[in-house]
């Protein structure tokens, strides 16, 4: 518990406050020192505008995270609310809407997601949109089997002769063991969508430019891979240590959750 | 056999469906179909009674339904129709992209499965170990680690530095390797942790001392328990490494500039080329649902527990 | 009126409990006695609607039992608390979840009568003994005065002192209140003490149905018989003069 809490706190900070930690304007294009080695006034060095690859990869924290815990706070919800209305809402709801996941499941997330960005046209509300729709299905599998395991517990069926609304029940009695595995899929989904929103960026179907957003700075960098090999490492390395971060929080995490409760 | 039926009638419900929500996304997508054709075909504004003869022409005057069935019709027998820009016919494209990627996919499965199973085994032997635990951070580096920056550091090293390989097209088999490296690296990455994981599992299954004391020998243990213990989860995760496969395929050839399906894919979404993106996602979806159904056979073949329940 | 009528359990192709019917009227107290696995507990869950029933029918003054919300103390004590709640939470949910008001003083009545002390509704599940447990499980099942009760094995884990307060404590509310009781039990005595009638239950069938006094004076069955005897020989029933 207390990794993903410091972990959420240190990337919320990284996307709150490293645009002011920026040293320079993120967008300020500086010709004469394109392509510049790091050093100097730009720590990084400067792509191939002259822009400031720190600064741009400080206010790109803001994009990459702030969108990343966006969709996966829809598919969270989203997900969630499917799953406990499988297990809840009896046998024909709860094959019908497993059959809806299978099917969502059944594709590649990658390849619906940039069907559905690149169709829908590029910019940042396709991209939330295309990423949100093919990453609620864990949440709701595993909101759902957690579901099932509850209906026979002791108090939810106390819940339910007590005359508690199925609302309140999914409330009080669901969510709360819900918590600890719905945290874990979480972190899961939160790595996942910086790379795909990264991957998305990189493929052209992302946030678009001139706006700092990791995979386009690779993208931008790609073109530059013979003189400027340092530019695309920059952005790289940046996701690489993100993600690796956020899937070792959620290792740290399975790990204590899987030890036993106290009884 | 009523299991069969049933996986069946579940595959032929996530095509339709599939079907259905590409064809309602593309319905619904921003800017007149018909002019989108116009444009590609033209590439000029055209008059309104051209806009009105391409209507016809697709099917797209007649509304929702009458447009779907218009596309969906010749699918049933093969028919992918035309390209909306070129006015060709689609399958001989897509399954000359198809012949491009599935060598890819494969060669990097392949390249997986040689990194990970021998590493998964060895580390599995010695849990705590320096090779166990260099193992696992690898593979937890290779997890974190973006496709599309792989591919690029690869290229940095082998094509720039050491001028090795060829970075880019599609020519002869060294126009393989790259790509097909940086697709396997991924693989291998996933595959180590779950391996190893099934492994360490299946050896501390509870009837294995019994069998040590027994007299069994160690190697025969290994073989005859601890293997069929962890090729359960071996086959499910294959599933879902088709879906990583497919996934990197689409990076990686934009990244090495091969015209496989994923750079098809690409290519037919920017020119808003409707009828082969429908097809791609059809064909995916196919691709995936037969093995799918392949994985959930073999499964219950070689889980005793799946069989029993699926009675 | 509690009217179970044909009611039928399956599970596979073995019947849990085969055509079972029983009537129970405001105020009485049926006591269901069988061994382990008889059905016993199924037959609970089956008249309150837990489970699936393949046959037959459960009524509440011939309406929907579920309506008048029946409450049920159960076998497991911990089980029937939220682990995420405190025990008090617990205890007031069927009161707050119908929007009920209770009488002044209506807590520490029923508390004072189980022997409770009102601070443990501050703990949680895991922070009480199992035999504070299961009283806090009848506190709950009683506090919203409801017409049916269903008790399952629900003195198992009580000292013999707390288990007749308990049982006193039962009674008199039954009186004032006059709900009526489903007893699922072992223990003949409690029965004998308690019960108006008698259910025997055995391999999901009803064995023998009786008052309770005509029962334990001479009950029909040779099961019945083997039961009655092997609770003499151990003490728990004094024979009826």
Not at chain 1, 34 to 59: E, K
Not at chain 1, 93 to 104: E, G, N, Q, Y
């Amino acid at each position: 518990m207390r990794s993903v809490l410091a972990l959420t706190v240190a990337l919320g900070a990284l996307a709150v406050f490293g645009p002011s930690l920026a040293p320079n304007d993120p967008n300020a294009i500086d010709i004469p020192n394109r392509l510049a080695s790091p050093g100097g006034t730009y720590l990084l060095g400067t792509d191939a505008l002259g822009r400031c690859v720190l600064s741009r990869l400080l206010h790109g924290a803001t994009w990459s995270l702030g969108l990343a815990f966006i969709i996966s706070m829809i598919g969270l919800a989203a997900g969630t609310l499917i799953g406990l209305a499988a297990a809840m809402g009896g046998r024909l709801v709860d094959w019908a809407l497993m059959r809806v996941t299978d099917s969502f499941l059944a594709f590649p997330e990658l390849v619906a997601a940039v069907v559905i960005a690149g169709v829908l046209g590029a910019s940042t509300w396709s991209l939330i949109f295309a990423l949100s729709v093919t990453g609620w299905m864990r949440y709701a599998r595993v909101s759902r089997g957690v579901g099932l395991s509850l209906r026979e517990r002791g108090h939810v069926i106390q819940a339910r002769l007590a005359g508690l609304s199925p609302i309140a029940i999914a409330q009080w009695h669901y969510l709360p063991a819900l918590g600890p595995s719905l945290i874990v899929v979480w972190t899961g989904m939160l790595a996942r969508s910086i790379l795909f929103i990264s991957g998305l960026g990189f493929l052209g179907f992302g946030v678009q430019p001139p706006t700092p957003e990791w995979g386009t700075m690779l993208l931008d960098a790609r073109v530059h891979l013979r003189s400027t090999p340092l530019l695309m490492i920059w952005p790289g390395l940046t996701i690489l240590i993100t993600v690796l971060a956020i899937n070792l929080t959620g290792d740290a995490l399975r790990d204590s959750l899987a030890k036993p409760e106290r009884a | 056999m009523i299991v069969l039926v049933e996986v069946l009638l579940r595959s032929i419900v996530v095509l339709t469906l599939t079907a259905l929500v590409t064809f309602t996304l593309l319905w619904h997508a921003p800017g007149d179909p018909a002019m989108a054709i116009a444009l590609a075909r033209y590439d000029a504004v055209v008059p309104p009674d051209v806009l009105e003869q391409i209507r016809a022409q697709t099917g797209l005057d007649a509304g929702y339904w009458p447009a779907f069935w218009h596309w969906i019709k010749p699918l049933l027998t093969g028919d992918f129709g035309n390209s909306s820009v070129s006015g060709r016919p689609i399958w001989p494209d897509l399954r000359d992209a198809f012949g491009l990627t599935l060598p890819l996919a494969l060669a990097g499965l392949a390249i997986g499965l040689l990194i990970s199973v021998p590493l998964a085994i060895y580390a599995s032997r010695q849990p705590g170990s320096w090779i166990d635990r260099g193992a696992v951070a690898v593979a937890s580096i290779g997890a974190a680690m973006p496709a599309y920056w792989l591919g690029l550091l690869l290229i940095l090293l082998f094509s720039v530095r050491l001028g090795w390989l060829p970075a880019m097209g599609a020519q002869g088999p060294t126009h393989l390797i790259l790509p097909a490296l940086t697709l396997g690296l991924g693989v291998a990455a996933s595959l180590t942790r779950i391996l190893r994981s099934g492994l360490l599992e299946a050896r501390e299954a509870p009837f294995l001392p019994a069998l040590a004391r027994r007299g069994v020998p160690a190697n025969r243990i290994g073989r005859d328990h601890v293997a069929p213990h962890a090729a359960i989860p071996v086959v499910t995760v294959l599933g879902l490494e088709l879906a990583f496969l497919l996934e990197g395929a689409v990076i990686v050839e934009v990244i090495f500039a091969r015209p496989g399906l994923g750079t098809f894919l690409i290519d037919a979404i920017f020119a808003r080329d409707f009828p082969k993106v429908q097809a791609v996602v059809i064909v995916t979806a196919l691709l995936f649902v037969t093995v799918n159904l392949l994985i959930d056979l073999v499964y219950r073949v070689i889980d005793p527990r799946t069989r029993l329940s699926g009675a | 009126m509690l009217k179970v009528k044909d009611l039928t359990v399956r599970r596979g192709e073995r019947c849990v409990l085969e055509n079972i019917s029983l009537t129970l009227s405001k105020g009485r107290t049926v006591a269901v006695i069988g061994e382990s696995g008889a059905g016993k507990s199924t037959l609970v869950g089956a008249i309150l609607g837990l489970l699936p029933v393949q046959n037959g029918h459960v009524s509440w003054n011939g309406g929907d039992l579920r309506s008048v919300f029946p409450s049920l103390v159960m076998q497991e004590p911990r089980a029937a608390f939220n682990p995420a709640f405190s025990l008090g939470r617990s205890v007031m949910e069927p009161v707050k979840a119908r929007g009920l008001m209770l009488s002044d003083g209506r807590i520490d009545r029923l508390c004072n009568g189980l022997e409770l002390d009102p601070a443990l509704l501050k703990r949680r599940p895991y922070e009480v003994s199992i035999g504070q447990a299961q009283r806090l499980g009848i506190l709950r099942a009683l506090i919203a005065a409801a017409p049916l009760v269903l008790f399952d094995e629900h003195l198992s884990a009580l000292d013999a002192v707390t288990q007749k307060l308990t049982a006193k404590l039962i009674a008199t509310l039954q009186r004032e209140e006059g709900f009526a009781a489903l007893v699922v039990t072992h223990d003949l005595g409690y029965a004998a003490a308690h019960a108006d009638d008698i259910v025997i239950l055995k391999k999901g069938r009803i064995e023998e149905t009786a008052p309770a006094g005509q029962f334990f004076r001479a009950p029909q069955t040779e099961y019945g018989r083997a039961l009655c005897d092997a609770a003499f020989a151990l003490g728990a029933l004094e024979r009826v003069a």
